[in-house]
């Protein structure tokens, strides 16, 4: 007993010591997070475990299902089934990314491995698996993985081959680990496995062909053991101190040369004790410092010195912790911190800080008394003045923290004399000067007194629009006060002002700036002693006593000279310009760029060169020689993106004030960190006509997964489509940029914020698109690539066109065809007439002489004088001259017949006589070859109507060919017969 009271009192001093020496808790502390939640998309707000695979994505295990983070879009993975055994997959337990970047899934199923080739989780088969709950996955430096469960231990070989399972269990006989129920396991630095239970704690080690255990358990009456046997998370601290986080006892640390536990446990008479005993998760950040998550709340642990530091949630501070329950916490790539809870989902504590402190008023008037912040100063006892438009003059005890308001009270005449209050000025002799608006002209605050000595009021109308928009004091004890009717000019003694005539000046120029409607803004006051004065309406120099106009086409806010001696004047039309004195140039700046369209009322050189500018959409810190800028706003924790004018100073301790319309942001320049990690661009998802197309779906148009996809083939009714992409950066990642152009479409870079890009009605083409991402902070990263092919329909297609053209030439052939042979058979038959038209004359020509034949023979048959023999002869020439008549007029017929001129001659004839004529013609022919010619009928008359002479050539060519064809000694025979129709 006596060792245990000395125990917790040494503890309680260590503790009490590290608190006085130490900063306080974070009850206080400013520590901020994002928030990842259902809102966001998050299938459940109960993240148990975290992971990150080696693209980059982060991967959120919860209570219903696996949920992929790209910092802006949420994937789930969920499993939808009616069968509650495959449900349980959606419950996840662990997600563990091994070396060769496979993401694994411990589920309420069984083991599962996330295939990117099908963008899903497929179920892991393990040899000897027992089933139950897969509580844990981990994967040692020899990339064995172990996989705990509820029922044992599994070690799978580095090269996951299931059949070389090895399985461990709980022993009472044999010596083994502490229990079955597995609930971490860790590598420390020698290579021990380190296995934590529900029943204990175990050491293994593989000593030549076995592996060795060695069991740590709590001892009750020991306070070096354990403090709990209930082991729920372990991490080694990079002075290679072994953590161990117990259920319901706190922390414990092992010293590997004493093999003792030294236990770390929630005390409520320690104020910087851990801020619960149930611990669920540990994890190192990238300072070396120990994360604890617990049921109520974080604790943050120094290994070094054991300065402990709590986070709990805080409902008036929406960047705090949103819950208390926390589950799981993961460090990413960029260093930064997740904290995942029960109900409040996913914590990101960002590693890139920008640590900017908000002066505001929330309601209380503690702070402030009113957010609309127009002027600045510090005064000799560093107390922080500041003026406000509608809420009177502001001081900030430094050393307090106190804030006194002055306002105007009509019954007190020494009272401010407007609560609208324009600027504020220290003089050269440290007192107060504040420039109000409505007629309450220049008042001068008495410290004796806490008092406002009024100068230049007006308490009737006359005044009541004049405004003092700025105070100046230059070397010569000059007091100038730009107002809404002219500069003017005073002689200051002490808390006197004479009024000094414009007179004094010279220069074509001074009537000029001397005009009512002219407005000095801000005044400087160089090396030289030459007076700077940025206007309304240009800017102003006076040198010596000689006015002159310097630019008339700018509206100057304010100006300032920066460690190089160069002048830089911020513009009310938009940038900022410069004055180079050894050039004797005045130039704009900048003008490209995308803040130079932007108002800048005010700027603040730091000591590294850069320029801070304070605009009316955020707050910009530009470096001057290459041009790179970076624009903070609310999301880096500025009070807001709207600044105002003259409400910009730097204090003594080199602190940089700027105020604006929702109060003051202030910070160290050298805090504001730069995010410079440049990380991966992917695409993540692709719309056809605004609806998601998946693998392998009737679309067509994915094939694999589309972050490993190169091409895309659109067909030609596919024609409006999306895709989607995102730059891992998950730092602000709300703050994340892009550009992307189209080759082949687009002419130039095309920046967006969306983390989507749509095209409509593409012309048939190849394309390919390119995009690229820049950080949080500007940092652009390497750009990804995706081929583009919209295919034309099949009648555009190139083969379609090959048809078309072959289609053509053939089209083409036949008309030369059709026209060649036209012409051929024009030529053809121009030849034809002219034979036929040869034939005809000489037929005509034949006829003549024939008929001239026929006359004498004739006369001479009819004159009686030849005896029978010659008549008969006689006969015969006659016969055979009406037969050649006969073939010439049937050679004329022919030629009637083709130039369709031939008419028909029909008349009544007798038949029989007719044919008996032509058969008797043919008698000499058949004697010549021994043919009997026959001819049947059965009347001597047969009257029948017929034109003869066609009629004869058709008996005359019947009967030729029959005698011509017809054997010697043969027979022809000639018969008619006849019906009551037909003959």
């Not at 705990?148 to 009472?172: N, V, W």
């Not at 390119?770 to 390497?782: E, F, Q, S």
């Amino acid at each position: 007993m006596l060792v245990k009271r000395i125990y917790h009192l040494r503890l309680l001093l260590l503790f009490g010591f590290f608190s006085l020496i130490c900063p306080t808790s974070l009850f206080g502390q400013h520590q901020e997070f994002s928030h990842v939640t259902t809102e966001n998309g998050l299938s459940s707000n109960a993240i148990l475990t975290m992971s990150q695979d080696h693209t980059g994505f982060i991967w959120l295990g919860t209570s219903n299902g696996i949920n992929r983070y790209d910092g802006k879009v949420v994937k789930q993975y969920l499993v939808h089934s009616k069968n509650q055994e495959n449900r349980s997959f959606n419950n996840i337990y662990w997600l563990h990314t091994d070396a060769d970047g496979v993401l694994w899934a411990g589920t309420n199923g069984g083991l599962l491995r996330y295939s990117i080739e099908k963008d899903a989780f497929v179920k892991m088969p393990i040899a000897g698996y027992k089933g139950g709950i897969v509580t844990f996955v981990y994967s040692d430096q020899k990339k064995n993985l172990w996989v705990g469960s509820a029922r044992g231990l599994y070690l799978l070989t580095a090269d996951r081959d299931s059949t070389k399972t090895q399985y461990f269990s709980h022993s009472e006989q044999t010596p083994s680990i502490s229990n079955n129920y597995i609930k971490c396991v860790y590598e420390d630095h020698t290579g021990a496995i380190w296995v934590g239970t529900n029943g204990g704690l175990t050491q293994m080690q593989y000593r030549g062909s076995h592996w060795q255990f060695q069991q740590f358990k709590h001892i009750p009456t020991d306070e070096n053991s354990l403090s709990a046997n209930y082991i729920t998370s372990i991490m080694e601290d990079a002075q290679q101190g072994l953590w161990f986080g117990t259920l319901k006892n706190g922390l414990n640390k092992y010293s590997y040369s004493t093999g003792k536990f030294l236990r770390l446990t929630h005390n409520s008479n320690i104020p910087n004790s851990i801020i619960n005993n149930n611990i669920r998760q540990i994890a190192i950040d990238h300072n070396g410092k120990l994360w604890v998550g617990t049921q109520e709340g974080l604790s943050i642990i120094n290994p070094l010195n054991l300065n402990i530091v709590s986070v709990q949630h805080n409902p008036t501070n929406k960047n705090g912790l949103n819950q208390n329950s926390i589950y799981s916490i993961y460090q990413d790539a960029q260093k930064s911190m997740w904290v995942g809870t029960y109900f409040g989902g996913a914590n990101i504590s960002f590693s890139s800080n920008t640590l900017f402190k908000i002066i505001q008023n929330n309601g209380n008037n503690s702070n402030l008394s009113n957010n609309v912040v127009s002027g600045m100063v510090e005064d000799a006892q560093s107390n922080l003045w500041i003026g406000t438009e509608g809420g009177g003059l502001n001081r900030i005890s430094k050393t307090t923290r106190s804030l006194t308001v002055f306002k105007n009270n009509i019954s007190q005449p020494n009272s401010i004399s407007s609560n609208l209050i324009k600027s504020v000025y220290k003089d050269k002799d440290g007192q107060i000067w504040v420039g109000t608006a409505h007629g309450g002209g220049l008042n001068l605050f008495e410290p004796s007194s806490q008092t406002f000595k009024r100068m230049l009021y007006e308490s009737n109308d006359s005044s009541a629009h004049t405004e003092i928009q700025s105070i100046f004091e230059d070397g010569q004890k000059r007091f100038w006060l730009g107002t809404t009717h002219g500069i003017k000019i005073y002689k200051r003694n002490g808390k006197e002002l004479t009024a000094i005539d414009k007179t004094t000046l010279s220069g074509k120029d001074r009537d000029k700036l001397f005009t009512d409607y002219m407005i000095a803004k801000s005044f400087y006051e160089d090396a030289f002693g030459r007076i700077w004065i940025g206007m309304n309406y240009g800017l102003y120099l006076i040198e010596g006593n000689q006015v002159r106009e310097i630019y008339a086409k700018d509206v100057v806010n304010s100006i300032v000279r920066d460690n190089n001696g160069k002048l830089w004047f911020g513009l009310d039309n938009g940038g900022i310009a410069f004055h180079d004195s050894k050039l004797g140039i005045y130039a704009h700046y900048g003008t490209n760029s995308d803040w130079s369209r932007r108002k800048i009322f005010g700027i603040l050189p730091d000591k590294n060169g850069n320029l801070w500018l304070s605009s009316e959409k955020g707050l910009i810190r530009l470096n001057p020689t290459n041009g790179h800028s970076q624009t903070f706003t609310v999301t880096d924790g500025i009070a807001a993106n709207e600044f105002n004018y003259n409400a910009y100073f730097k204090d003594s301790q080199g602190v940089f004030y700027f105020g604006g319309y929702n109060g003051i942001t202030n910070f160290l320049p050298d805090q504001i960190e730069t995010n410079t990690t440049v990380t991966k661009m992917v695409f993540t998802g692709l719309k056809l006509f605004n609806t998601s197309v998946l693998m392998n779906d009737e679309t067509g148009v994915l094939k694999e997964n589309i972050y490993i996809c190169k091409e895309l083939d659109f067909k030609y009714h596919q024609n409006v489509f999306t895709i989607e992409f995102a730059l891992l950066n998950f730092i602000k990642s709300n703050k994340n940029k892009y550009q992307y152009k189209l080759k082949g479409f687009d002419k130039e870079w095309i920046e967006t914020e969306n983390n989507f890009i749509s095209y409509s009605n593409l012309p048939y083409g190849k394309y390919l698109l390119t995009i690229r991402g820049a950080n949080n902070d500007g940092i652009w990263g390497t750009p990804i690539s995706i081929k583009i092919n919209m295919n034309p329909p099949f009648w555009l297609t190139w083969w379609a066109y090959c048809i078309y053209a072959c289609s053509i030439l053939l089209i083409l052939l036949l008309i030369y065809r059709f026209y060649f042979f036209r012409a051929l058979l024009e030529k053809e038959e121009e030849l034809h007439q002219v034979k036929m038209n040869f034939f005809t004359n000489v037929s005509h020509e034949i006829l003549t002489h024939l008929t001239l034949i026929m006359a004498p023979i004739d006369k001479i048959n009819e004159s009686n004088q030849l005896d029978s023999q010659n008549k008969q002869k006689l006969n015969l020439v006659k016969s055979n001259t009406n037969q050649l008549l006969r073939l010439v007029r049937e050679l004329m017929d022919f030629r009637k017949a083709e130039t369709n001129h031939l008419n028909l001659e029909i008349g009544s004839y007798n038949l029989i006589e007719f044919l008996q004529q032509i058969l008797n013609s043919f008698q000499e022919a058949a004697m010549a070859k021994n043919i009997q010619l026959h001819f049947k009928y059965h009347s001597n008359s047969l009257i029948a109507f017929f034109d003869p002479q066609q009629l004869e050539k058709v008996f005359f060519n019947l009967l030729n060919n029959a005698i011509k064809f017809t054997q010697e000694h043969g027979s022809v025979s000639l018969s008619i017969t006849e019906t009551d129709k037909k003959i």
